[in-house]
């Protein structure tokens, strides 16, 4: 239960981030699909990066361990990165 409440307020606390740095406006997001205002995307790789280093760190001293990753199914990732990928263009976001 632990697990899912600090999932929630990290969550929170990422979607706030986003509203507070102005990255949820229609405009921000359709100029990184046109390529001229890459700030969503330096945003979300910095979070990336962020959470790796945590990981990693915390890894390494012993305090978690990951998990075994399964095989991938191409297919579906494929059908389901299209759907997700034309369905954010089409709303806008």
Known sequence: MTNYI???????????????????????????????????????????????????ALRGLGLITFPNVPATYIVGNIVGGLIFGVGMALTGY
Not at 6 to 22: I, M
């Open 6 to 56: 600090l999932a929630l307020v990290f969550g929170a606390f990422f979607g706030f981030s986003l509203n507070k740095a102005g990255l949820t406006k229609y405009n921000k997001i359709v100029n990184v699909f046109r390529f001229t205002d890459l700030a969503v995307l330096k945003f979300m790789m910095t979070a990336l990066v962020v959470a790796m280093s945590g990981l990693y």
